[in-house]
């Protein structure tokens, strides 16, 4: 049960970072797009329609190139925590066997012991 409200929160917490980092790309893009234009163009304003129009692709794909980004990222993360988890549980096992093995070896080299000394006698 814990796992599947891990994934969940996991899964909101990328949703909204994804979303957020998109926003403000989007806004700081088209931001600065307008005081460009502004500068740029006489200190006129409002801007034309075909400046807003522009102002507003770039921010809608700077805002597109900013959320593919973090979702790259947090696809990534999710892949890395992954084969973290995998590989602890790889280490783990094998301390398992390898503790399980020494403790056959000591009992054989015992038995072993215990047959060397009743054929001595």
Known sequence: ???IFHLIKS????????VFTALFFGTLAAGVTLLV????DGHLWPPTKLV????AVIGVLAAYA???????????RAALTVEHGVAKGVEQEVSGVEHELVGVRRKI???RQGALCAVLR
């Open 109 to 111: 080299s015992l038995a």
């Open 37 to 40: 234009i502004y500068l740029n």
């Open 11 to 18: 899964l909101f917490h990328a949703f909204f970072k994804i």
């Open 66 to 76: 900013a959320g593919l980004t973090m979702l790259m990222r947090e696809a990534v």
């Open 52 to 55: 807003e129009v522009a102002a």
């Open 1 to 3: 049960m814990t796992l």
